[in-house]
């Protein structure tokens, strides 16, 4: 038998109000898509806006992931899942343990002769960039801004640690910022690898992958980024040690 449809409750009503509250309706919409298909695990993966205006003709931006037999093999699903059920499952996740991150506001799944196929809908972070396109501008900001987005991504790591879970892809493009007039928030995106972890080398792993990533900012920056995470004033034996573990894998992914 299978499980009935996630629908957000703040959503309901405006994919109703346009008959896109099925997985039928979704699927058969004709939109553009943001990008070229991912090809691969068997089958492919597309990403698509959609703005849709809500009874008060507010517009509501998401984005519409399709894929088909686009599948993920684990312990727990020998035979396979879509990509987007665990990634919902990590949003669901990281809701509950209050790790800031995209929302989700649909998803549902069907069998078909051809094999699989999901949908997942997520809310657009508009209001917020990747840190990466903040890196492509870094040098237009000034001291204080960049000082309250490396704060805000340092929060947002050390948070999601925390929760004892690894990213697993901590690229600049997946951590999302938005400026404030004093300070700034950050989501996480692309959860579909995050997963449970009780170890220091697993967490540096991710800090070591943002760290390789991060061409733009200064040693200070850096240095400032790690003791934001650690919740540290000033440089100490427990600081040291990270910078260790992260440098030695670093030299490693450079050889």
């Given amino acids: 038998m299978s499980r009935p449809p996630f629908v957000a409750v703040d959503v309901r009503d405006t994919l109703a109000r346009h008959g896109l509250d099925s997985f039928e ?31 008060n003709g507010r517009p509501q931006t998401f984005y519409l992931k399709r894929q088909q037999n686009y599948l993920i093999r684990s312990w727990r699903y020998p035979l396979g899942e879509p990509t987007f059920a665990r990634e919902l499952r990590a949003i669901q996740t990281f809701a509950r343990k209050g790790v800031s991150a995209l929302e989700a506001a649909f998803y549902d799944e069907r069998r078909v002769e051809s094999g699989r196929q999901a949908i997942l809908l997520t809310r657009a972070l508009d209001e917020h960039r990747s840190l990466g396109a903040w890196f492509r501008r870094w040098h237009r900001l000034t001291k204080a801004q960049r000082i309250n987005l490396i704060h805000a991504a340092a929060a947002l790591v050390r948070s999601l640690h925390h929760s004892r879970i690894v990213h697993n892809c901590l690229y600049p493009k997946h951590i999302f910022l938005k400026l404030y007039d004093e300070g700034a928030g950050a989501r996480l995106i692309d959860l579909e690898k995050a997963r449970y972890s009780l170890g220091l080398r697993e ?8 760290h390789r990533r991060s061409i733009v900012p200064s040693r200070t920056e850096r240095l400032r980024f790690l003791l ?25 992914k450079g050889t």
């Fill in 203 to 210: 967490r540096s792993r991710d800090l070591e992958t943002l």
């Fill in 228 to 252: 934001a995470y650690l919740g540290k004033r000033r440089v100490d034996a427990e600081v040291r040690k990270m910078v260790r573990l992260v440098l030695r894998r670093h030299r490693r």
């Fill in 25 to 55: 309706a979704l699927w058969a919409l004709e939109v553009d898509a943001v990008d070229a298909p991912n090809i691969g695990r068997g089958g492919w993966s597309r990403v698509y806006r959609l703005e849709l205006e809500d009874a």
